[in-house]
């Protein structure tokens, strides 16, 4: 009911509309969990070790960095984006005070 007359009021006088919910209950988060994206992998969550990936069977051929790939593998066993929360209306509660 509010809205309405607030709208008429806004379309003959212009005014703002904030000044008629100023008395409107205001939202409190309750859910206690930051918004978050969940687990992202970092550097700890790899192991890495360099892998010889060279062929050269040249005579004399040295072995040096450039024969080497550096191989990454996952270890946190934690999916990406796991315990990831944003917020939803279940996180809202009203709040009268
Ligand atoms: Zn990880
Ligand atoms: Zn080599
Ligand atoms: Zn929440």
């Given at each position: 009911m509010k809205k309405i007359v607030c709208v008429a009021l806004a379309a003959m006088l212009?005014?703002?509309?904030a000044a008629a919910f100023a008395d409107a209950p205001e939202y409190k988060l309750v859910?206690?969990?930051?918004?978050n994206i969940g687990h992202q992998h970092d550097a700890s969550c790899y192991t890495s070790w360099d892998e010889l990936v060279c062929e050269s069977t040249e005579e004399g051929h040295v072995h040096d960095e450039t024969c080497y790939e550096t191989v990454s593998f996952l270890v946190c066993g934690i999916e990406l984006g796991r315990g990831a929360h944003s917020h939803t209306d279940e996180c809202l509660a009203f709040s009268y005070e």
């Open positions: 212009a005014l703002s509309c859910c206690g969990i930051e918004e």
